[in-house]
């Protein structure tokens, strides 16, 4: 008896449709996916820096480390792009007046974020470089003293009336007011914040130039003056300790009308005829100096001291380490601010004369030392 073949079945169709989609269709999509997205991010890299917050972008003359410094620029602030190093360390960028120079790229931006050519030191020329010589922070002792604050009538403005004896324990003040280069210090070390502006008046990049290092910093509010003092394990000094500072005699028990004596002419100083229009070094004038050797406390910049203001408050003051009225109601309104600066009369140079500012703003006259507890 024959045994019964099974039946062959029939072969399946190949799915040719389906095989050329996988083989050929998706890698196709995924390959002009992929082609799209790079040219998207190539098309719309962009040509501008922005500094990252936290940071400081340092642009130098040639992309080292060690090479010149030309400009500072704070976390925000955003730089035109105009070229790259090879391996894209370094980016060239725009600063002023058509200069340029070299700033690192931070780390945590992708090089497809940006569009720029290669470029070499040796395509343009670098912006100036001035070297300077960083002014010390250097502190003076002024023992504790007791001295007569404020004039007496007819001879300043009512709100330093009436004069008063006060005594104040012993303290260190800063020689000079605190300079463009000191402040960045704190800036890159993420403890300040950066100035409100770059400029002031004739001079756009005062405060981006190294150049002005050793100028002293402007433009900045009541609090950030006094965090930067903190920061440095100090503190801005009182009213009262600033006018013992600019104007008493300690030698001869006498209480100057300037810090530099009792003749307004007496003394070339960066205020009122012997101007110089705008802050310079400080220090820069040897006769603007207080019988404790302190400088600038006439001319260049005006300064934030601790004090509220209130115009009668000599009135009811105390005698000891007077801080200045509290801020209530109807008292204290505004920071104190002492000193004369380049855009004053020299009247406004006087030790004993008083003024004042809102706390909230930084202004391009106004400037700071601090000052610490000896």
């Known amino acids: 008896m024959t045994a019964q073949s099974t039946p062959k079945r029939p072969y399946a169709s190949r799915p040719t449709t389906q095989m050329a989609i996988g083989c050929f269709a998706i890698p196709l999509m995924v390959v002009i996916f992929i082609s799209g997205a790079f040219f998207y991010l190539r098309t719309n890299a962009s040509t501008q820096l922005l500094v990252p917050q936290g940071e400081v972008s340092e642009v130098r003359a040639a992309p080292e480390d060690a090479a010149p410094l030309l400009a500072r620029y704070a976390a925000g602030r955003s730089l035109e792009i105009t070229g790259r190093s090879e391996d894209w360390s370094w980016l ?218 209130k115009v009668d408050y000599y009135s009811v003051a105390d005698d000891t380490n007077p801080m200045g009225p509290s801020h209530r109601r109807g008292e204290g309104v505004g920071r104190v601010v002492r000193g004369g600066a380049f855009s004053d009369p020299i009247e406004e140079a006087r030790t004993a004369n008083r003024r004042h500012q809102v706390e909230d703003y930084g202004y391009p006259t106004i400037g700071f030392r601090c000052a610490r507890n000896n």
Not at 128 to 136: F, G, I, S, W
Not at 160 to 174: Q, R, T, Y
């Open 92 to 309: 060239e960028v725009n600063i002023w007046d058509g200069q340029r120079g070299w700033v690192r790229r931070p780390l945590d931006t992708l090089v497809w974020q940006f569009s720029a050519p290669v470029a070499t030191p040796a395509e343009f020329t670098p912006a100036e470089t001035t070297a300077v010589e960083p002014v010390l922070e250097e502190m003076i002792p002024i023992p504790a003293s007791s001295y007569t604050m404020g004039s007496p009538p007819g001879l300043g403005e009512p709100d330093e009336e009436p004069a008063h004896k006060v005594n104040l324990f012993a303290f260190e003040i800063d020689r000079t007011e605190v300079t463009i280069g000191q402040y960045w210090v704190c800036v890159a070390a993420e403890a300040c914040a950066a100035p409100t502006s770059d400029g002031i008046l004739n001079e756009p990049h005062y405060l981006n130039n190294p150049a002005f290092d050793n100028y002293p910093i402007v433009n900045l509010t009541w609090e950030e003056a006094n965090n930067y003092c903190q920061w440095r394990g100090k503190r801005l000094p009182t009213e009262a300790e600033w006018e013992l500072v600019a104007g008493w005699n300690i030698d001869k028990s006498a209480k100057l009308l300037w810090p530099w004596g009792n003749e307004a002419g007496q003394a070339e100083i960066n205020a009122g005829p012997t101007t110089q229009a705008g802050p310079v070094a400080v220090g820069s004038f040897p006769e603007d100096v207080s019988p404790f050797g302190v400088l600038d406390m006439g001319g260049n910049v005006s300064e934030w001291v601790f004090d509220w203001y």
